[in-house]
């Protein structure tokens, strides 16, 4: 299988990390691929031109990282990131990986806006996406269990993240007044899948 990625995408590195907690990740093979520069040819492989999309052995195309993951799910014997008799997922652990999401989404906004040198303090959108970081590690700081009970697809998305905060928001300084999700994430970023898929540019 390939994937197409890039090493500072927070959605491929929840990729990565779920690979290596199902004992998939040396099946495969990783893409180096720019989306801002493309010339067209990504955009053959993904209408959508966003990483990751991964191709499977047939030649069909899956995209989208939730996507991606459920996929490798299927793919193992083992315990299950998205638990669930009859191959259906709980509609409480997607509810979890949809709030761990949507602060991964509230992040990349910001983060295209500093790719643009935009910088526009007060403004309502960009508000609005910093209001979104903090009421999702507050919701995760009130009731941790959930996600800190197994290593899931929710916990992985949390831990994905926090890490890309400390990658790309260092000031924000998230554990100030979440010290639960602090000491919660400290041990989690430790573990092998974590170590193995640290963002970089």
Partial sequence: MRLFYSPAS??????LIAAH????????QLVPTAV??????YRVINPLCRIPALELDDGRVLVDSLVIC???DGLHDGPALLPGSDGKAPVEELHLHAVANGILDAGLTLRLDQRRGIDR???PLMLRQYDAIRAGLDY??????????RVGLAAITLGVACGYLDFRFPDLDWR????????????????ASMRATRPHD
């Fill in 21 to 28: 907690e199902l004992g998939l990740a040396d099946r495969l």
């Fill in 36 to 41: 801002w520069g493309d010339d067209g040819r």
């Fill in 121 to 123: 303090p007060g403004d």
């Fill in 140 to 149: 995760f700081e009130r009731d941790p269990a959930p996600v800190t009970d």
């Fill in 10 to 15: 927070p959605y491929v590195r929840k990729v």
């Fill in 176 to 191: 100030a007044t979440r010290p639960g999700l602090a000491e919660w994430y400290g041990s989690f970023s430790e573990r």
């Fill in 70 to 72: 459920c996929h490798l």
